[in-house]
Each structure stands twice: as C-alpha cells, then as structure tokens.
C-alpha cells in the first residue's frame, strides 16, 4: 500500500497515541448498454431462454463447483460478533432500481422494457427488495448501506414506497443510510405503465429525497455539505461513513458524476478532521472513483477524480465502495493505492449486495452474496414457480434479455446500410453471435467471465464477432469483457 508522505508524521502520532453507451439509444441504468425500448426490432425467438450453449453449460457446471470456494457464507449472529471482534460488518445494497407496483399492470409496454432493457429484473423487483431486506435483519449488521439509484427513473411513489420498507429494517435495530444515483432526482424519464402505454410519473427534487430519506442518514449526520446531498455520519465513536452524492440533477438529471469545487472544500474538512480523531473512514459514492470500465469512462467514472484520489490516498483512505456500473467488480489505483469496490445491481441477476468487514487499522475482507430468493419465497408461502426455482430461472432470463440487446443492434435499416459499418448478417448468424455475447455479458454481469470466457472464445458465434466487427460499439465491449476476464471479482481482501 502506498501512504503518501504528507501525512506519514501524524500517522506515526496516532499510533504512539493510539458500460458501450447505448449504441443509437439512451442510457437508462447505471453505465449499463442498452437499446431503446420504443426502437427495438423483436428476436425471432420465444419469451423463453435460449438453449444452454456450450458456454452457459460450463459456466453453470463452474459455478457450482466454485461457489462455496469463492464467497464465503454469513455466518450466525454469534459468530459474526465474535468473528469481527472490534471492526464492523456493513451490507452495501446499490442499483435497487425500485419500481412501485402502483406504476404498472405487468402489461404490454412493462413486459417490453423488461425484456429488451439491461438485465434487471423489474418485474421481479418488489419481491427481490424484500427478500434482501428480509436478510438484512435477520443477519444484523452494523449498517446498512444503499449506494444510490434506489429507484428505477426517479418516481415520487417508488421513493416513498421504498422507503416505507426500509423503515422496517430500522424498527428491527439496523441504522440505514443512502445517498441518490442519478436516476433518483429530477428524472424526466419518471414513468409508469399500463397495457400498452408508458405515461409520465412526478419526480422528486434534492429536498424533496432528503425529506422522504430524512431518517436514513441525514437527520443523524455529524455533517452535512451545503452545495450537495453529501454527508458524514457516525457508526460509533471509531468509525466514519463518508456519503458523497456525486450526482448531477441541476435542472435535471445526467448520467454521468461530478463533485462541485465547494463540495471539495468540505470532503477535504471531513477527511483533515477524521484523521486528526483517529477515525477510521470509509466513503461511499454512487459513481465509480476509478476507471473501472475502458467502455464507461465517460459516464461512469467521477469527472476529473484524481482530485478526490489524491485526497483520499493523502488520508490514507484504503477502500471506497460505489456501484453504477451494474456489474460486479474492483480495481486497485495504480496497483499500490486505494482499492475501489463496485457492487453489482441489486436487481440484475445473480442479485447479490456486497458485504464488508472493516477493522479499525483499516483491513477489511468484502464479498458478495447472492439474495436467497427461494428460500424467501418458500418461507412467504409464495406460489409463482419463477421465484420458488429462482436459481434455475433468472440465469437464462438474464441470458435471455442480452440476447435480445445484441440482436436488436444488428438491425437492416437503409440507414445502416449507407454506412462503412454496416454488415449484412444472416438471422443464424445473428443468433450464434447473440448467444455468445448473452453468456459472456451475463458472467461479466456477476463479475465471473473468467470462467467462461476461453470456451466462449473458442465457439463459432464468437469467431464472427471477430470477423465481422459489427456491431462495432457492441464488439468493442465484447473485447473488453474478455480482456478484463482475468479474474473473479466478487471478493477482495486488503494486503
């Protein structure tokens, strides 16, 4: 670990004291890629998984193989308490994308968007929010962190509805605390859906959220910044949550993340007065610190972050947790510095949340854990066969919609066919190239392509993604998928 200079005389004093944007569409999600649902061209192929592909088969076989191997299991209450000793356990919940059951019938227009949309499962999302906050309290963590894009386009009755269920985890003794995505405030995108129409719904403003998440986090803060929704608040009297809203919602809201030069001013106050207490600090953003993803640089990563790196490292900040990108990951700053580590979507399959112990020295051990949706669903007496067999459905549901997302894209449109790009693809070659980019992009989804992703290069639908190039936004992920499929990146450990 690199500890900078500056500071290296106060710490030997404390120790003596003590995503592709969106091809022709917009982005909707996170950094996630996506097609406009109004533009898609429908697959020839029914609402039904693909066939497993050699790839699918070996990642399933994997997975249960290595599974136990890599994430380890919470263990019981009493053996959390004597596991962690004088650290704490936090569970990191980021990209819910929540959707209020008042906003859709399940009809026409929601089936759409769910299924030629980026992998979340909306239509599962009330029933995978209870059942991870329904873990939340019977594993009783220290603190329960949610990273921003709480709801799915910012609606006043999601945020409401959302955080009427977040109220229960409190009454249960857990301290709740957010900060917003930039879907949260001031989304023009805020809808509803009903057969087969998408209809606007109100949004909320930056007083507005603070009102409705008053209780969680910024009504108990030690300090709030005044140019933003950022905030620092208190575990106990050793460590410190710094909640960074990095979003952008001044007249409306952007995908992408900055923090404004008055902001700095603050972040810096809170790091100065943290480190001269002795506080073990821990910040939180909704957009990524680090360039997580060659492809999502610009809406992903925080606008000119060297500034908050650099502050970090001078403060000896070792971890920063996000989310955004929607797919599991992390990155240590030039292989010596701050670690940063990006929880999947909540919501995306394997729908999994992060889980962080964290020393008072400033070790900590994160991993992953994936929602127990049948184990919730048979407690709740529930009779839909999808949540019951979840672990046998969402996969290839998953599998099913980047399926879709990549054949949408090999469109023959008269304007694609004037361009130097464009490639003429028979439907059997679309599907053999489809199918490969569903299994890579759903693996790299829960951070596991690297144990995929030497049997997806050797299969055919991958040799014409190389051959062709098209479509070129889709191949240029595609490559970096498998070129970042180096490792499995839902656990890290400091050194």
């Known amino acids: 670990m690199r500890w900078n200079g500056k500071y290296m005389r106060r710490i030997i004093g404390a120790a003596a004291a003590a995503s592709v944007i969106g091809l022709a569409a917009v982005l909707s999600s996170g950094c996630g890629v996506q097609t406009s649902v109004r533009e898609t061209e429908s697959a020839p192929m029914p609402q039904t998984a693909p066939e497993s592909s050699p790839q699918e088969t070996t990642q399933e076989q994997t997975e249960e193989q290595t599974q136990g191997e890599t994430i380890a299991p919470l263990p019981s209450t009493e053996a959390q308490e004597e ?3 004088e650290g704490k356990r936090m569970i990191l919940m980021t990209d819910i994308h929540y959707l209020s059951q008042s906003l859709t019938d399940g009809g026409e227009s929601f089936t759409r968007m769910v299924e030629h949309g980026d992998g979340k499962l909306v ?8 059942a991870a906050l329904d873990e939340v309290v019977n594993q009783k963590p220290d603190v329960l962190i949610l990273a921003g894009d709480l709801t799915l386009e910012g609606e006043k009755e999601s945020h409401e509805d959302l ?9 249960a003794g857990i301290p709740v605390v957010v900060i917003p995505g930039n879907h949260d405030i001031n989304n ?14 109100g949004s909320i403003t930056a007083e507005e959220f603070e009102e409705i998440y008053g209780s969680f986090g910024y009504e108990e803060s030690y300090s709030r910044d005044s140019f933003s929704l950022s905030y620092t608040y208190d575990l106990d009297d050793q460590f410190r949550l710094l909640m960074l809203d990095t979003c952008q919602y001044d007249p409306v809201n952007l995908v992408g993340g900055m923090i404004d030069t008055e902001t700095y001013d603050w972040i810096e106050q809170q790091l100065d007065e943290a480190f001269d207490e002795g506080k073990t600090l821990l910040p939180v953003a909704h957009h990524n610190l680090l360039d ?3 492809i999502y640089v610009g809406d992903c990563t925080i606008e000119h972050s060297g500034q908050l790196i650099d502050l970090l490292e001078n403060h000896d900040v070792r971890l920063f947790l996000s989310g955004h990108l929607h797919v599991q990951h992390w990155l240590q700053h030039d292989d010596i510095g701050i670690y940063e580590a990006v929880t999947s979507s909540l919501a995306t399959p394997p729908c999994q949340y992060g889980v962080l112990d964290l020393e008072k020295n400033g070790d900590f051990r994160y991993w992953t854990q994936s929602v127990d949706m049948e184990s919730w669903a048979a407690k709740n007496q529930l009779e839909d066969e999808n949540l019951l067999s979840f672990d046998t459905y969402s996969p290839p549901t ?4 980047f399926y879709n997302q990549a054949y949408d894209a090999m469109k023959d449109s008269r304007e694609e066919e004037s361009s130097s790009t464009f490639v003429k693809l028979t ?4 599907d053999a190239m489809s199918q490969v980019y569903a299994d890579l992009n759903a693996a790299c989804y829960g951070g596991r392509a690297v144990e995929i992703v030497e049997q997806a290069k050797e299969s055919q639908g991958f040799a014409m993604w190389e051959e062709f190039g098209y479509p070129p936004l889709l191949y240029q992920y595609l490559e970096y998928i498998v070129k970042d499929a180096v490792k499995n990146y839902n656990t890290l450990e400091s050194d």
């Open 123 to 130: 239509h599962y999302v009330e029933e995978i929010t209870d």
């Open 427 to 430: 439907q059997e070659q679309k």
């Open 188 to 201: 023009t995108r805020a809808a509803g859906y009903r057969e087969d129409e998408i209809y606007p719904a």
């Open 163 to 171: 955080a009427k269920k977040l109220e229960q985890v409190e009454e």
């Open 292 to 294: 997580q993803s060659e």
């Open 83 to 85: 596991e962690k000793g």
């Open 398 to 401: 998953l599998k099913r919609i």
